[in-house]
């Protein structure tokens, strides 16, 4: 099965900075979705970008789908010390098959 | 949208022992995985609990070791039987509100499990 791959697989920032999050993947895709989780418990659903879609925002939140390069970045802009937890890229690739989770990346964002 | 409780939240269990995690969703859903989250690692599919049939299982897991129930559309349960150290993990119930795998997932909380 395909996986995502996230990059860097842990990043540490000031209160207030950017984190920029990748993740790349191997096959097509119809979607690719952001989640986050905070330490040990479930995952939130933050945000799908479809495969003709090249970028998408919410809130602090934005996505960018770049399929020739089969890859994505999630931007947290302003970051505040709430959102240091571990993201996770999810591929969609025929709508038939469960999600495929990539590795994680955990952000630390330190006041 | 969903909301999820899942049962128990966390348990200390010996090795040989099994264990039953509950997954209880608010609305009726057809959509519904197990997946399993091992020390500072990814995500990974188990199966898909399907509602009145055996359960559609992964590559690497198999019934007799993770037997699942689907009763209802509301309600699964997960087993994770003769457990060893190595089955310690975070095992998480998520559900989809689309008849469809390409929706975003709902989680639950998950259940911490520690095998001794």
């Known amino acids: 099965s395909q996986q995502g791959e996230e990059d860097p697989q842990a990043l540490s920032i000031q209160e207030g900075e950017n984190a920029t999050m990748n993740c790349s993947y191997k096959?097509?895709?119809?979607?690719l979705q952001w989640y986050r989780q905070n330490s040990g418990r479930g995952l939130v659903h933050l945000i799908l970008?479809?495969?003709?879609?090249r970028e998408k925002h919410s809130g602090r939140l934005r996505v960018t789908l770049d399929t020739s390069k089969k890859s994505s970045s999630l931007l947290i802009t302003a970051s505040r010390a709430a959102d240091t937890a571990s993201y996770f890229c999810?591929?969609?690739?025929?709508?038939?098959?469960?999600?495929?989770f990539g590795k994680g990346t955990r952000l630390s964002v330190i006041a | 949208s969903a909301v999820i409780s899942q049962k128990p939240s966390r348990d200390i269990c010996q090795r040989g022992t099994s264990l039953t995690i509950q997954c209880q969703v608010d609305?009726?859903?057809?959509?519904m995985f197990w997946y399993r989250q091992q020390p500072g690692q990814s995500l990974t599919l188990i199966a898909t609990?399907?509602?009145?049939?055996?359960?559609?299982?992964e590559s690497g897991f198999v019934i007799d070791k993770f037997p699942i129930s689907r009763p209802n559309l509301t309600f699964s349960t997960l087993t994770v039987s003769n457990m060893s150290p190595e089955d310690s993990s975070i095992y998480l119930c998520?559900?989809?509100?689309?008849?469809?795998?390409?929706?975003?997932?709902?989680f639950g909380e998950g259940s911490r499990l520690t095998v001794l």
């Open positions: 096959t097509s895709i119809n979607n």
């Open positions: 609990a399907n509602q009145g049939s055996e359960a559609t299982y």
């Open positions: 998520s559900v989809a509100v689309r008849d469809t795998h390409s929706g975003e997932l709902f």
């Open positions: 609305s009726q859903v057809t959509m």
């Open positions: 999810a591929t969609d690739n025929s709508g038939n098959t469960p999600l495929v």
């Open positions: 970008i479809r495969s003709n879609e």
